[in-house]
């Protein structure tokens, strides 16, 4: 396993600086990489977010919590995808562990999700296509501060047999 992912914890302070475009285009690759069930590369989008209007936009939509990031990523599955939930958290994962391996922070954000997707004109403003779901948003910027280490390794209950 690699140390990006060992050491990937959510950041909730953000620095205001805006990340480069080899950062933004190094994530979209790492989200375009994620699985997807049954191969359906048709079921889930992603808006992009890095113009400060619209970021403000969506944080008024949301009460502030995507954390003022300078970048979001607001991932939509289509509503009647029977994995759509399951593909935007592999595909949320892939962007918060790649964000990490650049030196960035991010955390996954779904009560953010929830309150975006009811506002149907701000999800069309978005470019959200019309009979999509927006299942989760990953904020992402550069960190305020370095979160404390966390032993994670026994985190879980694992049964070897």
Do not use: W
Not at 84 to 94: K, L, M, Q
Not at 121 to 138: F, N, P, T, W
């Amino acid at each position: 396993m690699t140390d990006a992912i060992l050491t990937r914890q959510s950041v909730r302070k953000f620095r205001p600086d805006k990340l480069t475009e080899p950062e933004v285009t190094q994530l979209i690759a790492a989200f375009n990489a994620a699985p997807c069930g049954m191969h359906q590369t048709d079921v889930m989008q992603a808006s992009v977010v890095k113009n400060d209007a619209y970021l403000n936009k969506i944080e008024d939509a949301c009460d502030h919590a995507c954390y003022d990031a300078p970048l979001l990523f607001v991932i939509a599955t289509k509503a009647d995808s029977q994995f759509g939930e399951r593909d935007a958290s592999a595909a949320a994962e892939n962007i918060m562990v790649e964000a990490n391996s650049i030196g960035l922070g991010s955390v996954y954000l779904m009560g953010a999700a929830f309150s975006i997707d009811k506002d149907v004109a701000l999800k069309k403003e978005l470019g959200i296509d019309e009979g999509y779901k927006i299942q989760v948003i990953v904020s992402v910027g550069y960190p305020k501060e370095k979160p404390e280490a966390e032993d994670r390794s026994n985190r879980y209950k694992v049964t070897i047999k």
